[in-house]
């Protein structure tokens, strides 16, 4: 059951995020990516994760890709529709993606990193739980992360304010 | 799994067969909801404005939103020249299912013991552990409606709707969610049950949260684009903004999308604040009725809101979320956390 | 301080309020009109004509064409014609006197030029209908009674009836029950 419901959800989500890259229209693509963080979603709740779930639809469907949605729309849709953003076609994506899924694998099958964490954590998903693995063993990343979103939003906010003045 | 659902007994299946038909109930019920409505808000508004509302159609105008919707039901559906057609369609579905796919983490009670069966039923879809999250996270959803709504109708007023409910979702969003987790605080909860049980015995929330609610109530007119906040459809300078392409069902699917928002602002503020389902002031505990009249309360709270305010202007509105709703909810967080200490 | 007491406080946000919610317990003011009330104009409404008769009953038009001369748009047609039976108050009657509906602006000129006062301008005011052949007041039309007598005082809403009819949609008033608007 819960292999027929993953294998749907991650075909899904690889074919919309197909769709992400080989659409015309950004606005569709827009669409794309955002039915691929759903189908990620989906694939959290069979994690036994509703609250990552949760948090993926909140920020990512409901913040991050309006925003870009936002923008797209101020954008020349058909200008943008015409225009290649890689140069030298196809070839050079190829080898990308190849040399980049090599990594990814290497990575993975080479490290016994990813087991050891989960095996270590063992998260049951609840709100709680994230909550004290959070800022118990994960404090010192935690306030990293925090502080560089704190930098991120302030140079936003320097940046911004020039252009006025 | 699928041996277990051989083995499934009969009270599994009890069970199954109940959630569909609650799922069956609570959808028919929202689907209804907006016929007695859309009557209610005109009632509302003429007699607000010394006139008598719809009085042609059946006795004082009751049957006028079903006359509404077979108007609705039978006009030429138009789509645009140029439309992006696939995603005009989609629009009005996208700001559909979620409105309602909220529903499923709503509770609009406890439990209730039906006589005769002697068996209890719980007045809920479910009770997810993340239940306020999973429902700020879907409700956020349907503004992608709007948007492609407003982006695929290949018109500027519509696109500018578009634009504006996109920007206006985002400017509020935050501070509905930062207004809600205070109250998540208070219940060290995130399940909307344990949200209503931490205020048993009148410790309702808006007692101990009362900027928290005004925060929620306002951020949360914005986010269901009601007036003073309905920029995105502002008939001043937008016709009817995203939606001013649409016609027929296509149409009716948005003002659809538009009122189940309503009551489910409606339901949250009383489950957030008022004590869900708990009687008032020592009244005697009926289910369901008291949750149904607080909702009923609010939702006339927002029609008389709309004719009694005018709307902001687009600036005013982004003023409001970002330099006072946003720095007022996080003090409120900060405030709660130093009193929970 | 008073006024971050305002803010704080939304105190004018709740007196609107309180004012839009006592508007909503007030009583409305729309006038029912095909259904249940009809506006029952002041004398001095310039409405379809009549033409009236004297104390006798004789007609008091004497046929002079002197409205159809003054009338602007040219809208009456009057073509006497001699009588000895005492139907006018004297030996010249319309034989026949018609106003063409349509284009009458109900200017009241008329009824400024007739020597007799035979014709007024009346107060019904419900003359749409729904063929050409209504659009002219022919004599006998004009010479009926009218529903609402010419000594009445207007000015204000009294109840009336909504009905279909053959001849079209009337509203029939209800001149003893008088009903201030406001
Ligand atoms: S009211 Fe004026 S326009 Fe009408 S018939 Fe009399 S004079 Fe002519
Ligand atoms: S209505 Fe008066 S003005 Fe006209 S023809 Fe008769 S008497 Fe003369």
């Not at chain 2, 983490?105 to 306020?132: H, Q, R, W």
């Not at chain 2, 189940?260 to 009244?283: D, E, K």
């Not at chain 3, 009337?170 to 001149?175: A, G």
Request: proline share 4%; hydrophobic share 55%; glycine share 6%.
């Amino acid at each position: 059951m819960e292999k027929i419901f993953f294998l749907i959800f991650a075909i899904m989500a690889i074919a919309s995020a197909i769709g992400v890259v080989s659409l015309r229209n950004p606005v569709h693509s827009a669409i794309s990516l955002m039915a691929c963080f759903f189908q990620v979603a989906a694939i959290f709740v069979l994690l036994r994760s509703p609250f990552l779930a949760a948090v993926q639809v909140f920020l990512y469907v409901g913040a991050v890709m309006v925003l870009f949605l936002f923008v797209i729309m101020m954008l020349d849709i058909r200008k943008a529709t015409i225009s290649r953003f890689v140069p030298g076609g196809l070839f050079w994506i190829v080898v990308i993606l190849i040399a980049l899924v090599y990594e990814i694998l290497a990575v993975i099958s080479k490290s016994n990193l990813l087991a050891r964490r989960v095996a270590a954590v063992r998260l049951d998903g609840t709100v709680a739980e994230i909550g004290k693995t959070l800022f118990t063993e994960y404090l010192l990343p935690f306030e990293v992360v925090s502080v560089i979103l704190l930098v991120a939003l302030i140079g936003a906010i320097v940046m911004g304010k020039k252009e006025i003045k | 799994m699928s041996h277990e659902l051989i083995t499934m007994d009969i009270n599994t299946l009890i069970e199954v067969a109940l959630i569909i038909v609650k799922v069956i109930f609570v959808s028919l019920t929202l689907f209804a909801l907006p016929i007695p409505l859309t009557w209610m808000e005109r009632k509302v508004a003429g007699h607000i404005q010394l006139r008598l509302g719809p009085f042609r159609v059946g006795p004082h105008g009751i049957l006028q939103p079903v006359a509404d919707m077979i108007k609705l039901m039978f006009k030429e559906d138009i789509v645009p020249d140029k439309a992006d057609r696939r995603l005009f369609w989609l629009a009005p579905l996208l700001a559909m299912v979620p409105a309602f796919a909220v529903y499923a983490a709503i509770p609009f009670g406890d439990t209730v013991k039906i006589p005769f069966v002697d068996k209890e039923i719980t007045l809920y879809i479910s009770d997810m552990n993340v239940g306020i999250l999973y429902i700020l996270a879907i409700s956020g959803m349907s503004v992608y409606g709007l948007i492609l709504g407003g982006w695929a109708s290949n018109s500027k007023y519509a696109a500018m709707g578009g634009i504006r409910s996109s920007a206006q979702m985002i400017s509020y969003e935050i501070a509905l969610s930062f207004a809600c987790v205070a109250v998540v605080m208070i219940a060290n909860s995130l399940s909307l049950l344990d949200i209503v049980n931490a205020q048993k015995e009148l410790h309702w929330n808006i007692i101990y949260q009362p900027l928290g609610f005004i925060i929620f109530l306002i951020a949360a007119l914005a986010e269901i684009n009601r007036i003073p906040f309905d920029l995105p459809e502002d008939e001043g300078t937008l016709a009817a903004g995203y939606h001013v392409e649409y016609s027929a069902m296509k149409f009716s699917f948005f003002m659809l999308a538009e009122y189940v928002a309503m009551v489910t602002v409606s339901v949250l503020a009383v489950i957030l604040f008022f004590g869900g389902w708990n009687a008032p002031l020592f009244l005697p505990e009926i289910p369901i009725f008291w949750f149904v009249a607080k909702v009923a309360f609010f939702i006339y709270f927002f029609m008389w809101i709309r004719f009694t305010l005018p709307r902001y202007r687009y600036d005013q509105l982004m003023t409001i979320g970002w330099k006072i709703l946003l720095p007022l909810s996080l003090l409120n967080i900060l405030v709660t956390g130093l009193f929970l200490l | 301080m008073a006024n971050i007491f305002k803010k704080v406080f939304f105190v004018d946000f709740l007196k609107g309020l309180s004012l839009t919610l006592r508007y909503e317990v007030s009583k409305s003011i729309t006038m029912r009109y095909p259904d249940e009330e009809k506006w029952l104009p002041y004398q001095r409404f310039r409405g379809l004509h009549t033409l009236n008769r004297d104390s006798q009953g004789r007609e008091l038009c004497v046929a002079c064409e002197l409205c159809a001369k003054t009338c602007p748009t040219k809208c009456i047609t009057v073509v006497p014609m001699e009588d000895d039976k005492g139907i006018g108050i004297s030996d010249r009657i319309a034989k026949v006197y018609e106003i063409n509906l349509v284009r009458c602006m109900f200017c009241g000129l008329c009824e400024d030029a007739c020597p007799t006062t035979a014709i007024r301008m009346g107060r019904d005011y419900e003359l749409a209908c729904f063929s050409l052949d209504c659009a002219k007041a022919e004599k006998k039309r004009l010479l009926a009674p009218k529903e609402i007598p010419q000594e009445l005082d207007g000015g204000y809403v009294i109840k009336a009836r909504f009905e279909r009819t053959k001849e079209g949609l009337k509203v029939r008033p209800d001149l003893s029950k008088k009903k201030r608007w406001w």
